[in-house]
């Protein structure tokens, strides 16, 4: 069983547009007044307010005059609101995330619907408090005897609705396994380099519509604040991020099942993408790469299809290395895109030479074991040794 999500286009009536919105507004309400609630108890007594304790705090809102309409709205998104926050907080304990912030309107919004929330009779999705089955565009089938689990209903900033519906496929999607294996290097100039050395760049109209979205800010930027034109041009702006982000997704899509369908082996860095974004001179570059979901779509994808992605330490240095002979240089700096080892006399593609050494390595940690952490603390040594003349 895998669990995919399927995402369709939703086209409310005026009446259940009524609703879902007054539903998104509500959960960010209470979604909101929980994180308030939440940053205050910490601040100001040292306490860990939990999921548990706000869905008590709810229960209280909902009987209070000036929040009677939370009554109006199904419980259930309020609740799967709240668990979302509990997960933000986790993942901000864990490290792995900032602390949360507070959801705005014009950023669209969300509600999921667990089971005892909606309907799936005959292909068609009711949700609770709507009588009219949810007008849904299913521009592709959803598996055969499937059932959702889960629906989730989103408003995104440009004022499109979708509706995404979480499914476990029994369909064994497992591929033949073949005998090849790649490298691959996360790129800035190309998106990624391969062992095989085949360089993969960012679509070319993606500039374009990059130069669309600069207009479109600068005449957002003009306009003036709380206006209607102002409001109009945030609208243009959000619709040109959106085919952006659908460009983006598309084209990731493309280039991760490619790569999965050919190779039964796929070694990629496990780059701390959210760290190097703080950089911002390539942060720009970075971001158009998309590298967070092209490591995320190689992950879920390898294992429905049945092979294997090993991820390798970030700081193994996969650049520095001649992948013919070993020897490791002092300095790469990024616009050096050729060199020669000044040991072996190979010349090496920077990218391709750096897929090579990821590929090597991690074959290594699949074969023997090793952690990467080992061979990296080994290519460390000898300089160490350098710095420190007696
Ligand atoms: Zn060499």
Known sequence: MVEKAYRYRLYPTPEQESLLRRTLGCVRLVYNKALAARTEAWYKQKERVGYSQTSSML????????????????????QQGLRHLQTAFTNFFGGQTKYPNFKKKRNGGSAEFTKSAFKFKEGKVYVAKCKEPLPIRWSRQLPK?????????????????????????PTNHQLKPINKKVGIDLGITSLFTTSDGVKV?????????????????????????????????????????????????????????QLIREN?????????????????????????????????????????????????????????????????T????????????????????????ASINILAAGLAVLVCGATVRAEQSKSVKPSAKKQKPK
């Open 201 to 257: 760049s960012n679509p070319k109209h993606f500039d374009k519509l990059y130069k669309k979205l600069r207009l479109a800010q600068k005449s957002l930027n003009r306009k003036i604040k709380g206006s209607k034109n102002r409001e109009k041009a945030r609208v243009k702006v959000a619709r040109i991020s959106a085919k952006i982000a659908d460009c983006r997704r598309d084209h990731t899509h493309k280039l991760t099942t």
């Open 330 to 353: 002092e300095r790469m700096p990024l616009n050096i895109r050729e060199w020669d080892c000044p040991k072996c006399d190979s010349h090496h593609d920077r990218d391709i030479n």
């Open 59 to 78: 229960t209280g809102w909902k009987k209070l005059d000036e929040l009677d309409f939370l009554n109006e709205v199904s419980c259930v998104p309020l």
């Open 264 to 328: 039964q082996t796929i070694v990629v860095e496990d780059l701390a993408v959210k760290n190097m974004v703080k950089n911002h001179k390539l942060a720009r570059a970075i971001s158009d790469a998309n590298w967070g979901e092209l490591i995320r779509q190689l992950t879920y994808k390898a294992e429905w299809y049945g092979r294997e992605l090993i991820k390798i330490d970030r700081w193994f240095p996969s650049s520095k290395r001649c992948s013919n002979c070993g020897y490791i």
């Open 145 to 169: 005897n499937c059932k959702p689990s889960t629906i989730t209903v989103k408003l995104d900033p440009s004022g499109r609705w979708f509706v995404s519906l979480r499914v476990d496929d």
